[in-house]
């Protein structure tokens, strides 16, 4: 419940701050006055620990940008960096415009969806409501990054066969409507919070929802041309492989801001321990996913697949998200383990389906989204496991079935794929106009 904890915390130190030696107070209250700051102090910190997490997010996108333009053929590059660029600027009006408020209407514990309220009112120049915590801009900004990378998510799975421009309105739902609608749910306080569902920074309401919309994308718009063929599966080189492991360096980075600064507060020493441990546990996984991707593709392939060893990073990086702060060291590793054993065996089980899914954003958002998610109750035993399970299914039906049908219109009304031969030719050359690699042959 992400913005009711900081509201908490808000009041908690503001009675802190208050109180006066006139007041006997017990030996642990007194400790607790010792280690909270005043309650401008903790407005400050929290704004600033929201600032600080929500630019790392913000360059998230660039890793993202990075790692599909990587994976994805030279012919298909520029296309790539564009959706990006793209996505997160709509991402950033939708979210404004109408997202935030569909995603903190104010529910108490049982809320389905707000209402379509207008636009997000920011703070006016100078003015700050101490009550919240938090500087409210601080706050929208913060959120809004979560938004476009639940975007971004869709973006590396459909690459490669994709028009533009159905991508983009797909992109103004999602981001408008389809995302604030589940985080409501949690962090909005609504209905799956008053079941005790807990998602602590997003496996399932960013990173789950986004594999949701994903798949539903792969499934109507089918594979790239030539993908299966005859009961084989032809592999399209990496054009860039450099490129995409810098691209899961930045998210690694992005993501202590992904998880730290979802602790919502940095007004005690507390809370500032905490955010040191979330980013303790939030690397180990990601090295776990790493060294298990290594280990499992050398015995299974007798060669290590690098793309599989970026993938396994970024398996371990989803698992821990939905409870970051209460696994013990030994615990965030064999969380992250089992995240990238679930990617190296999912992503040859998707071939076998024939579902094309370029970056492997499937296994590694959608299915490690949801191991992350029922995992929790392992460390943190006020969860209740079926609580997370209605919180996976819920989330689960409500993004894909709404991705399908808006897929679905989109492929009516105006196709969602190139033709054949601009699809063989490149989407840099149909849709941009300009290619990443003009001294290349094209691949």
């Given amino acids: 419940m992400k913005r009711n904890f900081v509201k908490f915390a808000?009041?908690?130190?503001?009675a802190l701050a208050v109180s006066g030696p006139a007041f006997a107070a017990p030996a642990d209250a007194a400790t607790a006055a010792a280690e909270a700051v005043g309650g401008g102090t903790a407005y400050i910190l929290n704004t600033l620990l929201f600032l600080i997490g929500g630019f790392l997010v913000m360059w998230m996108a660039a890793g993202f940008a990075m790692l599909e333009a990587g994976l994805v053929r030279s012919k298909n590059v520029s296309l790539q960096c564009l959706k990006n660029i793209g996505l997160y600027s709509i991402a950033g009006i939708m979210f404004w415009v109408m997202g935030y408020n569909i995603a903190y209407p104010g529910f108490d514990g049982t809320g389905f969806i707000g209402g379509l309220i207008g636009p997000y009112a920011m703070q006016g120049v100078g003015e700050a409501d101490t009550a919240t915590g938090y500087s409210v801009a601080s706050d929208w900004?913060?959120?809004?990054?979560?938004?476009?990378?639940?975007?971004?998510i869709v973006s590396g799975t459909l690459a490669e066969r994709i028009k533009i421009w159905p991508f983009f309105i797909f992109t103004v739902v999602l981001t408008g409507f389809i995302y604030p609608v589940v985080v409501s749910w949690e962090w909005g306080a609504g209905w799956l919070d008053g079941m005790g569902f807990s998602d602590f920074a997003g496996s399932t309401l960013v990173h789950s929802?986004?594999?949701?919309?994903?798949?539903?994308?792969a499934l109507i718009l089918g594979p790239r041309l030539g993908r299966y063929v005859n009961g084989k599966v032809n592999v399209f080189p990496a054009s860039n492989i450099p490129l995409a492991t810098l691209g899961t360096f930045i998210l690694w980075l992005g993501w202590f801001g992904f998880n730290g600064a979802s602790q919502l507060a940095m007004g005690t020493i507390g809370d500032v321990s905490d955010?040191?441990?979330?980013?303790?546990?939030?690397n180990m996984a990601a090295a776990a996913g790493v060294v298990v991707a290594i280990i499992l593709t050398q015995i299974l392939y007798r060669k290590i697949d690098v793309t599989m060893a970026l993938n396994g990073a970024l398996a371990g990086l989803v698992s821990i998200t939905a409870e970051p702060?209460?696994?013990?060291?030994?615990?965030?590793?064999?969380i992250g383990a089992v995240g990238a054993a679930i990617v190296v065996f999912t992503v040859p089980l998707l071939d076998k389906l024939k579902i094309d899914d370029v970056v492997g954003a499937i296994p590694v958002h959608l299915m490690c989204g949801i191991w992350g998610t029922l995992i929790v109750p392992l460390t943190n035993t006020e969860v209740p496991f079926m609580a997370q399970l209605t919180g996976v299914v819920a989330v689960g039906v409500w993004t894909f079935v709404l991705s399908a049908i808006l897929w679905f219109i989109l492929k009516l009304v105006m196709g969602l794929r190139p033709t054949e031969e601009e699809e063989l030719a490149g989407l840099d050359r149909v849709e941009v106009g300009v290619e990443a690699y003009p001294e290349f042959v094209n691949q």
Avoid: D, H, R
Avoid at 141 to 152: G, K, L, R
Avoid at 209 to 217: M, S
């Fill in 325 to 334: 702060l209460t696994p013990s060291v030994p615990a965030a590793l064999f």
């Fill in 209 to 217: 929802t986004g594999g949701w919309a994903a798949l539903a994308g």
């Fill in 10 to 14: 808000a009041a908690a130190l503001g």
């Fill in 141 to 152: 900004f913060f959120q809004m990054v979560f938004c476009a990378t639940t975007a971004s």
């Fill in 275 to 282: 955010v040191s441990k979330i980013f303790v546990n939030t």
